[in-house]
């Protein structure tokens, strides 16, 4: 065969090919146009009713929703939300305050908090203590700041506080000797202390001099109340009570208020602040004192605002005093000192007297032993103590310690009345008030009662 011949047969064999593909195309799309009438049709006769079922077009599947479970609660919580809207702002500042009280209160306990030092590491800041030097409070707050760097100085008029203050057996907690009931020998005192902070203070040989700085004085009035109704508290308990706690205290700040002036030192005044605020019964000797010393710290942060000098008053609460002394600074409510009343006094006040005691005594309030409750770290007193003598803008009032702010809130809002109902507090029959009772009948009376 020739080469001709071949090259024809070649091109044969190619159109055949072609047309085998066209037919092959043709026939699909003549199939999808006849499938397509069809189910055209279908459709259109589906829903006469007439047309068998089998002939009928199948109906088309419903579309695939992915169903997840957190959507579904996000959608019923937006639901929630939409119609709660009132309480879910409720709810958000609610959680909102507390977060970030919590973390206000982590922050402020983790903050490290340490005094300032001199350019050669040497201790230059200064504090100054008045309070009964066996104080559990004092010690505490003493002991604390010296720890953290201060140089502590206690106020005594004793030879017997003095020898408590250098039984601490700290070089940096020293006794200051002030006796405000003779005002030359205070004065002696006061210009001894200015002499030491104003004079340069070397730490060790060979160290550079540098000068001290007084951060601040700290007042801690004697926290021991006698307690019982008024006609049984003498006249002398009165005074030695407002003597010891009220003057002892206003004398004591104007001694140093000199020194004040000069180095712009803070004035921090301590006063018991359950009691104050409650104001309950059998507690007037009390009432009376803190309520003076408030009203005396009021007005001198008036007159040293104009100064610049900050005066701060902390209202303690309770506190766990249990490695150091008692456990409440408090005094206990005696029932022994119930049978030196008068057979009167004890058939009027006796019960309410011994009833609230129990119930102090159950919630740790008046006691030292508290069942039922436990009184606050000294943890928190010792930072609040130290951001009040080193805070740029130190609040006026603090509220430390355990039921401060409670019970504050308590004696502000909520009726006396109410208040000595739930202390135990109730009326005494009018037979009890008006009935002179026998001796004997007193004595076993209050035998039960005490039982």
Sequence with gaps: MTSDDQHFLQILGGISRDIHTYAEDLADATDRHFEYVAASIREKLSGTGWL??????????????????????????????????????????????????????????????????????????????????????????????????????????????????????????????????????????????????????????????????????????????PSGPVETVSPELWSDALNAKVLNTIATIQAFLPVVYETKARILVLAPGVVSSLRPAFHAVESTVVSAIEGFTASLRAELGTLGIPVCLMKLGTFDFSHIGNKNQLRAMSHNQVRTWPASSKTLYAQNYVAQGASAERTGLFCENGKGSKGSSLRGLHNAVFDALTASKPKRIWRVGRGSVAYDFVGNWIPSGVVGYMLGIRRMPVEAMTTEPRLEDTVQSWEKVEK
């Design 52 to 225: 068998p079922g089998t002939a009928r077009s199948p109906p088309s599947p419903p579309p695939r929703i992915l169903k997840n479970a957190s959507t579904g609660y996000i959608a019923r919580l937006q639901e929630w939300t939409d119609k709660n809207r009132a309480l879910t702002s409720a709810i958000i500042a609610f959680l909102g305050t507390g977060a970030f009280l919590i973390y206000r209160q982590r922050f402020g306990h983790n903050k490290k908090r340490r005094a300032r030092r001199a350019s050669n590491g040497a201790r230059r800041e200064v504090v100054a203590i008045a309070g009964p030097a066996g104080s559990p409070v004092t010690k505490s707050i003493s002991l604390d700041l010296e720890r953290r760097g201060f140089i502590v100085y206690i106020v005594v008029n004793s030879t017997e506080e003095e020898q408590i203050v250098q039984s601490e057996g700290r070089v940096d907690i020293k006794p200051l000797n002030l006796d405000i009931v003779d005002p030359l020998s205070s004065q002696d005192a006061i210009d001894h202390f200015r002499n030491i902070l104003m004079s340069p203070h070397q730490a060790f040989a060979g160290a550079s001099p540098h000068n001290l700085h007084l951060a601040g004085i700290i007042m801690v009035p004697d926290l021991i109340y």
